[in-house]
């Protein structure tokens, strides 16, 4: 072999040997930043997070992370440039990841809760949608859909045409039923269907209807009240605690 090739090599050798160091060094950054994140250190954990991406940037656990640590940081409610600066942080970086790997369920689920936070239910409702095409197994996004359909019915500045919240009311029902068809003890879904009977109660003009619908949506309370109380003695049972009285 000749010097030129021999040279060649050597910086090729040396080259990859940057790469590696640098992989090494990102994911002992992303170890730190997780641990930082784990004690709610999360200004912290996104200065590591983001050294991270920098010497890695197929690292989506790091990016992931980031977006989370965002996210953590919001507070729903509060208005101030600070506060809305970390939710849109969140939603440009979950975006980013979505970008590259549009079924990432992580960042689906990051997506819908920081639009749910934000009041935007109608974004937050499609990434619900989502989760639920990605695993129609799973509990939660179904119970969050009825919720979110609930919401944007229930919202006395800007409501949906009459039509459209019947049309809302009744998805909301089908997804609060596969919720329950999922897990039937699950008392969240439980209460969002005893919600939404009564929203259908008052959309529906017929006297005896509307009977009907205010009772199943009274018995639908008080069985999540009854499946509450029994989870969390189960509950409270399991961690070995106090059993309310």
């Known amino acids: 072999m000749g010097k030129k090739s021999l040279a060649f090599a050597f910086v090729a050798l040396l080259a990859l040997s940057s790469v590696g160091c640098a992989k090494l060094q990102a994911r002992d950054n992303l170890l730190k930043g997780q641990q930082a994140f784990k004690n709610a250190k999360y200004e912290v954990a996104v200065n590591y997070f983001k050294q991270a991406m920098n010497l890695d940037p197929d690292l989506t656990m790091a990016e992931l992370y980031l977006a989370t640590a965002y996210s953590q940081q919001f507070i729903p409610g509060a208005v101030s440039p600070e506060n809305m600066k970390m939710a849109d942080l969140a939603t440009q970086t979950f975006q980013s990841i979505l970008a590259k790997d549009p079924n990432n369920a992580s960042a689906i689920a990051g997506m819908a809760f920081i639009y749910q936070s934000t009041n935007q239910f109608t974004k937050a409702r499609e990434y619900y949608l989502k989760q639920t095409q990605l695993d129609?197994?799973?509990?939660?996004?179904?119970?969050?859909?009825?919720?979110?359909?609930?919401?944007?019915?229930?919202?006395?500045?800007?409501?949906?045409?009459?039509?459209?919240?019947?049309?809302?009311?009744?998805?909301?029902?089908?997804?609060?039923?596969?919720?329950?068809?999922?897990?039937?003890?699950?008392?969240?879904?439980?209460?969002?269907?005893?919600?939404?009977?009564?929203?259908?109660?008052?959309?529906?003009?017929?006297?005896?209807?509307?009977?009907?619908?205010?009772?199943?949506a009274d018995d639908w309370f008080s069985k999540a009240l009854e499946t509450r109380k029994k989870n969390q003695e189960k509950k409270n049972k399991e961690s070995g605690g106090i059993h309310p009285d």
Request: overall charge negative.
């Open 136 to 216: 129609p197994t799973n509990k939660v996004p179904f119970d969050a859909l009825a919720s979110t359909d609930w919401y944007l019915v229930f919202n006395k500045l800007d409501p949906p045409p009459p039509d459209e919240q019947m049309k809302l009311v009744d998805e909301g029902i089908a997804n609060a039923d596969k919720s329950l068809a999922i897990d039937p003890t699950y008392d969240e879904a439980m209460t969002f269907k005893n919600l939404l009977l009564r929203e259908k109660s008052r959309l529906t003009e017929d006297e005896g209807e509307k009977t009907k619908l205010n009772a199943e």
